[in-house]
């Protein structure tokens, strides 16, 4: 099957849908979603297909996340119901992805941010390589963790999770597993083979056998200075103690959260705990889908993308300029219910 950016196919006993919009890298749009779902909800009925690999035609990005252009376009032309659609459907796909009857493979080599993250962090066996990027930058753009994004981070050890959440950091492919991310490094120079392996053998046996990089100790360096900062009630005392640290990652952390929307951060921190609170991704989900369909009406929203890839100045005007100007109570009104539910989990054989 062909599609403009997507390589869908057979071979032997395994599907595979590659994303192929590498200029872009590989950022998910509203028909890109509905494709891999309509895939997905085909595959699940034929007994031919018993495992799913979903990688890209580019070594340089697995995903990087949605297509917030086309957001920020579509949001503008048609209004905020117009893109909270475009949400609904995709965290309807990752509940899909997540509870699928067939083993899924998700190959994370390069960037795999936001929506790629939800795309590929949720499924059964999730592989990264030693060139795999992982985050969820989403305060950059004054949104907040989502895709299930929050739910993994929330589950991550110690407070390891909460630092990712508010500064947007990345991890390499062993962190990514350290933290929940993904399961097993393999050499990306592997993953050819992998295919051609699943076509013709059960994923768990070939994942087993597969050659991996050892990650044992995560690469986090100082863990207990990391958790000292960040074990505080609240992220004014985040930024006091960072600005009393002079180790390199207190600095980075400075750093971050100095670009990012101080009401974003905010509204990170609680969501944070929230999932921590809520026993499932679907769950997590609901709660993500009223912070976004909250936050998409804020004017930062439209300001973080403009600054970040439109015009590229890395300078964005937010409406708080600091965490003291934050209001707390519109953080709070952030978990109102939302306008529309997601319906989960998804039991349907379409994404309907």
Excluded at 6 to 11: A, G, T, V
Excluded at 228 to 250: F, K, T
Aim: with cysteine; proline share 5%; aromatic share 6%.
């Amino acid at each position: 099957m062909t599609h403009e950016t997507l390589r869908i196919s057979r071979h032997g006993h395994l599907g595979r849908i590659t994303l192929d919009r590498p200029r872009a890298l590989n950022a998910l749009d509203i028909g890109m979603i509905e494709a891999i779902a309509a895939c997905l909800a085909r595959w699940r009925e034929d007994r031919e297909v018993r495992t799913i690999v979903i990688d890209s035609t580019s070594s340089r990005a697995f995903c990087a996340g949605a297509d917030l252009r086309a957001l920020i376009t579509l949001l503008r032309a048609q209004g905020a119901g117009a893109a909270r659609a475009v949400f609904r459907t995709s965290y309807r796909l990752v509940s899909m992805l997540a509870g699928y009857p067939k083993p899924v493979v998700s190959f994370m080599d390069g960037i795999a941010m936001g929506g790629g993250i939800g795309l590929g962090g949720h499924v059964r066996h999730r592989i990264v390589t030693e060139t795999s990027i992982l985050a969820m930058p989403e305060v950059a753009i004054a949104l907040t963790p989502d895709a299930g994004g929050s739910y993994l981070l929330s589950r991550a050890p110690g407070l390891s999770g909460l630092r990712l959440a508010v500064t947007g950091g990345r991890m390499d492919g062993a962190q990514a597993i350290a933290c929940g991310f993904a399961d097993r490094m393999v050499p990306s120079c592997d993953l050819a083979q992998l295919v051609d392996d699943l076509a013709r053998h059960p994923a768990g046996r070939v994942l087993d056998l597969a050659s991996h990089v050892s990650v044992a100790d995560g690469g986090w360096g100082d863990v207990a200075g990391i958790d000292a900062v960040y074990d505080a009630p609240d992220m004014g005392v985040v930024a006091e103690r960072l600005r009393n640290c002079d180790a390199p990652w207190a600095q980075a952390d400075r750093a971050a959260l100095a670009q990012a929307d101080p009401f974003a951060v905010e509204l990170a921190w609680r969501a944070f705990f929230a999932a921590r609170a809520l026993p499932n991704l679907d769950m997590v989900l609901e709660q993500e889908f009223r912070l976004i369909c909250a936050l998409i009406e804020r004017p930062d929203f439209a300001e973080g993308v403009r600054a970040r890839l439109i015009d590229r100045d890395n300078a964005p005007q937010w409406s708080c300029r600091d965490g003291d100007a934050v209001d707390m109570r519109q953080v709070a009104a952030c978990f109102a219910p939302a306008p529309l539910s997601l319906d989960l989990p998804v039991r349907s054989h379409s994404q309907g």
